[in-house]
């Protein structure tokens, strides 16, 4: 029997990262959205590419809008995207708090028809709603983590590939802290065939790449006009579903729940871990200089800002 995935939230990141899980035939999807006919419209578009593809997957699309999720009933994995884009004239903390409404109200739901499931958060401020997911779900830390390092490694990537100009599977890349403008590319264990990035490129190209990576986000907003990145994130997600699916203990950067790990406690941040069919099956802590370690702390702080904002 295959696996089934939900994905909550049929915008550009939720149907893209479906259709990525069906394309390869990794699982059975349930598509929702708040609108009608909408997930259910492409669903149907995306199974009668099945047979284009070759994959067995079934994808269903429903709406939510009366509440009923009880087609995700025995889901395996839930990803998460549902939410709100900020809009002008709306704060920070405005944004933070209507996110969280959607987020509580849909870790609810799937949590009580699917007990066993691993939720994924992609919804922003991404580090603030995988720990209202967790707080709220009531499952084990190691089933609840949000996708951001991958997303952000592969930015980077992608970045020193353009500047190296070797193919990007010599590229290995790393990114820790929360999903924001105060990340922490990490240069020192970045590498190109294994050669550290340090030695390869001089130190004003390599601040370039991290400048850059740390806006990543911000700068395909600012090219689109009105809308964001969805290629790069749903891509980010289907590795992570894939690395849990099919157990193959990859060591991704993800949002985990830390208790102690980098000296930090009671936050979820970006960390490498063994991602399995257990979920977060082990943290992997990396030794950092002062400087790096002080750049983490301050990521730590601007996700407990908004975390003391909702209490959570």
Known sequence: MRKKVTVVGGGFVGSTTAQRIADAGLADVVLTDILEGAPT????????????????????????????????????????????PRKPGMSRDDLLKANYAVVKEVTEKVARLSPEAIIILVTNPLDVMTQTAYRVSGFSKNRVLGMAGVLDSARMRAFIAME????????????????????????RYSTVAGIPLPDLL?????????????????EIVNLMKTGSAYYAPSAAVYE????????????????????????????YMGVPVVLGSNGVEKI??????DAERA????????????????AI
């Not at 001089?202 to 911000?218: F, L, M, N």
């Open 240 to 267: 992570m579903v894939d690395s849990i699916l099919r157990d193959r203990k990859k060591i991704l950067p993800c949002a985990a729940f830390l208790e102690g790990e980098y000296g930090l406690h009671d936050i």
């Open 41 to 84: 419209g492409k669903a149907l578009d995306m199974l009668e590419a099945m047979p284009i593809l070759r994959s067995d997957s079934h994808v269903t699309g429903i709406s939510t809008k009366d509440g009923d999720y009880s087609a995700t009933a025995g889901s395996d994995l839930v990803v998460i995207t549902a939410g709100f």
């Open 202 to 218: 001089p130190k004003e190209r390599i601040d370039a790449i991290v400048e850059r990576t740390r806006k990543g986000g911000g």
């Open 164 to 187: 190296v100009g070797v193919s990007v599977e010599n590229i290995h890349a790393f990114v820790l802290g929360g999903h924001g403008d105060d990340m922490v590319p990490l240069p």
């Open 295 to 310: 750049a983490l702390e301050k990521s730590a702080a601007s996700v407990r800002e908004m975390t003391k904002v909702l």
């Open 284 to 289: 992997i802590e990396i030794k950092l200089t």
